[in-house]
């Protein structure tokens, strides 16, 4: 199960680097466009979409890396069974927030879908299409939320070091 979930969050942050590289291939032809004097219809959106996926897709990678922002004053302070009772509650309730997220992102989508809702740009792009990643990578973020609640809930969670102190100005 471990390596499924794993594998799972890796092929996320693959799709949310795919989504980079084809971002930086959508700029680089709205800049070549403009010194060459060609448009491309809609390539604004698509960029804003991919963005926006590459950002949701790399959530979860994110999260088990222990690359989130966090506030960790108050939980250095503690040990013990206070400072997991503190991570428990936060994990039930980042894995509560993860739940909703995931369950409006993807009725959202469904909903796009269903309606038939697109884009007002020119490019009349159906909007269910760039959402799919929001909703993908939001489901995926509950799924790992879940996965650390579970893992402190056991005693098995490592929680990972960032490094963040080496990295500050």
């Not at 069974?81 to 959202?108: D, M």
């Not at 159906?126 to 993908?136: D, E, F, K, R």
Request: charged share 15%; with cysteine.
């Amino acid at each position: 199960m471990r390596r499924l979930l794993d594998g799972l969050y890796d092929s996320a942050a693959a799709l949310a680097a795919l989504c980079m590289v084809a971002l930086l291939i959508a700029v680089l032809l709205s800049i070549a466009g403009r010194q060459l004097h060609f448009h491309i219809s809609g390539l604004d959106a698509y960029a804003g979409y991919l963005m926006a996926g590459a950002g949701f897709l790399a959530l979860a990678h994110t999260l088990k890396r222990g690359e989130h922002i966090r506030v960790t004053l108050l939980l250095a302070s503690l040990s013990g069974g206070k400072r997991q009772a503190l991570e428990l509650f936060a994990l039930a309730l980042g894995s509560l927030l993860a739940l909703l997220f995931a369950w409006y992102s993807v009725r959202l989508a469904w909903q796009s879908h269903s309606f038939n809702d697109i884009s007002t740009g020119n490019d009349a792009t159906p909007l269910w299409l760039p959402q799919i990643g929001m909703a993908v990578g939001a489901v995926i973020l509950a799924v790992a939320c879940l996965d650390e609640l579970v893992l402190e809930w056991r005693g098995q969670r490592v929680a990972p070091s960032s490094g963040e102190a080496l990295r500050n100005e």
